[in-house]
């Protein structure tokens, strides 16, 4: 018999499974599955990133690369950072790897230490606090309100939890389920306390940066408070804002020291991503930023779509998403005729075919996320079938 190490039972397979293996399930007898809980556009990757992979390919840029990266790339990272956002990195604060999830467990996995804990908005990234597991340390979760503008942390709670022992604090803005965005007033907020408290540093997981609505950029802590610089460290990739989820490129910028540490931990595991993913990255990033518009501009009129279809038609609540492709609806006014909101995401796979991810995974019960990534035909059937199935929970 196998044995296991005692780290597994820290941390708890992805609570999506279940409902997929339903969806599975229902799918092969027949029934027809929409799922809106995919966590990816649905656009193909745009040609130019795809030739640029296959002269890769045709060049023999296939063999080992650097650790990090390599200096093209890395170069492309800083060149982008400065003209976007002014902040100035060198190629060797800058980390390459196998997706934004494996650059951000690298942080964590290379800083943590038992005992030290990591500060988490909720609702949070599923993955955030099974990674601070694994590396030994204890995730601690922060409030958010929402006061019209989306849920947002409770700013005095984030005060009172940080002790000697907080070692981050995450932000994920565009935030992973409910596309808020944080204003430059709210990150403001953020950096006046944590300039109080030296030894906190900051994990800003940007990689929705790209995709916002109304015109609204995001806005990096760093932008409003440059003497954090030291202790933050930004984690991106190229994943949602290209539709490249599957070439698996992430990338992190930072301390060189922290950076340095991370690259000796990558060494020792998947030394780095496919060579042919780090030139197809150079040519996104160094690319024109059309097709970010043009996926961005549909992807609002597919947020309104679904907005309006069911904020307005159900009793399911939603502050429009500012940013990513999630919307993040809250059930409570079923219960009653639902027990959770993970009874609410089953019945509704299962009457009306319909896959959402219940609030629960994200730390926040009684909500649902749904991504609007998909054609406006597919969406457009689902919003009628939530409508239904929303109708039928309370009999008219
Ligand atoms: C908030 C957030 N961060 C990071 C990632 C990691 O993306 P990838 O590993 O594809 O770069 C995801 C993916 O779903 C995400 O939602």
Same mark, same amino acid.
């Given at each position: 018999?196998?044995?296991?190490?005692? /780290?597994?039972?820290?941390?708890?397979?992805?609570?999506?499974?279940?409902?997929?293996?339903?969806?599975?399930?229902? =799918?092969?007898?027949? =029934?027809?599955?929409?799922?809106?809980?995919?966590?990816?556009?649905?656009?193909?990757?745009?040609?130019?990133?795809?030739?640029?992979?296959?002269?890769?390919?045709?060049? %023999?840029?296939?063999?080992?690369?650097?650790?990090?990266?390599?200096?093209?790339?890395?170069?492309?990272?800083?060149?982008?950072?400065?003209?976007?956002?002014?902040? $100035?990195?060198?190629?060797?604060?800058?980390?390459?790897?196998?997706?934004?999830?494996?650059?951000?467990?690298?942080?964590?996995?290379?800083?943590? %230490?038992?005992?030290?804990?990591?500060?988490?908005?909720?609702?949070?990234?599923?993955?955030?606090?099974?990674?601070?597991?694994?590396?030994?340390?204890?995730?601690?979760?922060?409030?958010?309100?929402?006061?019209?503008?989306?849920?947002?942390?409770?700013?005095?709670?984030? $005060? $009172?939890?940080?002790?000697?022992?907080?070692?981050?604090?995450?932000?994920?803005?565009?935030?992973?389920?409910?596309?808020?965005?944080?204003?430059?007033?709210?990150?403001?907020?953020?950096?006046?306390?944590?300039?109080?408290?030296?030894?906190?540093?900051?994990?800003?997981?940007?990689?929705?940066?790209?995709?916002?609505?109304?015109?609204?950029?995001?806005?990096?802590?760093?932008?409003?408070?440059?003497?954090?610089?030291? /202790?933050?460290?930004?984690?991106?990739?190229?994943?949602?804002?290209?539709?490249?989820?599957?070439?698996?490129?992430?990338? *992190?910028?930072?301390?060189?020291?922290?950076?340095? !540490?991370?690259?000796?931990?990558?060494?020792?595991?998947?030394?780095?991503?496919?060579?042919?993913?780090?030139?197809?990255?150079?040519?996104?990033?160094?690319?024109?930023?059309?097709?970010? !518009?043009?996926?961005?501009?549909?992807?609002?009129?597919?947020?309104?779509?679904?907005?309006?279809?069911?904020? %307005?038609?159900?009793?399911?609540?939603?502050?429009?998403?500012? *940013?990513?492709?999630?919307?993040?609806?809250?059930?409570?006014?079923?219960?009653? !005729?639902?027990?959770?909101?993970?009874?609410?995401?089953?019945?509704?796979?299962? /009457?009306?075919?319909?896959?959402?991810?219940?609030?629960?995974?994200?730390?926040?019960?009684?909500?649902?996320?749904?991504?609007?990534?998909? %054609?406006?035909?597919?969406?457009?059937?689902?919003?009628?079938?939530?409508? /239904?199935?929303?109708?039928?929970?309370?009999?008219?």
């Amino acid at each position: 018999m196998p044995t296991y190490a005692n /780290r597994m039972s820290e941390i708890k397979p992805s609570p999506t499974i279940a409902l997929a293996q339903k969806a599975k399930e229902l =799918k092969a007898n027949g =029934k027809h599955i929409i799922s809106l809980a995919v966590g990816e556009p649905d656009a193909a990757t745009p040609e130019y990133i795809k030739l640029a992979a296959i002269k890769a390919i045709e060049n %023999n840029l296939t063999k080992y690369t650097p650790v990090n990266g390599v200096i093209e790339l890395r170069e492309a990272i800083t060149r982008r950072y400065y003209n976007q956002k002014r902040l $100035e990195y060198s190629t060797e604060q800058v980390t390459v790897g196998c997706g934004g999830k494996q650059v951000i467990f690298n942080a964590l996995f290379a800083s943590l %230490n038992p005992g030290d804990e990591v500060l988490i908005p909720t609702p949070y990234w599923v993955s955030y606090p099974d990674m601070v597991k694994l590396a030994g340390g204890t995730p601690r979760f922060i409030t958010c309100e929402d006061n019209g503008d989306g849920l947002k942390p409770n700013y005095q709670q984030l $005060e $009172e939890m940080i002790n000697h022992k907080t070692k981050w604090l995450i932000l994920n803005y565009p935030n992973n389920p409910t596309g808020t965005i944080l204003s430059k007033q709210d990150l403001r907020k953020i950096a006046d306390i944590l300039l109080k408290h030296e030894h906190v540093q900051i994990l800003s997981d940007d990689i929705y940066e790209h995709i916002t609505f109304d015109n609204q950029i995001t806005t990096n802590i760093l932008e409003v408070e440059p003497r954090l610089y030291p /202790r933050t460290f930004i984690a991106n990739g190229v994943s949602k804002a290209y539709a490249m989820t599957g070439w698996r490129l992430g990338y *992190g910028l930072g301390n060189k020291d922290l950076i340095k !540490k991370i690259n000796t931990l990558q060494s020792q595991t998947t030394y780095h991503t496919s060579s042919i993913s780090q030139y197809a990255a150079i040519a996104a990033l160094t690319g024109t930023d059309e097709f970010i !518009k043009q996926h961005t501009a549909l992807l609002q009129k597919k947020r309104d779509l679904i907005v309006n279809a069911l904020h %307005n038609n159900t009793k399911l609540c939603c502050t429009p998403p500012n *940013g990513s492709f999630y919307a993040f609806f809250c059930c409570e006014k079923y219960l009653g !005729k639902i027990k959770n909101d993970v009874d609410f995401a089953t019945l509704l796979l299962e /009457r009306e075919g319909v896959a959402v991810v219940p609030g629960s995974a994200f730390g926040m019960p009684l909500y649902f996320r749904l991504s609007f990534a998909l %054609n406006e035909d597919t969406l457009k059937d689902a919003c009628e079938r939530i409508q /239904r199935f929303c109708k039928n929970l309370i009999g008219h």
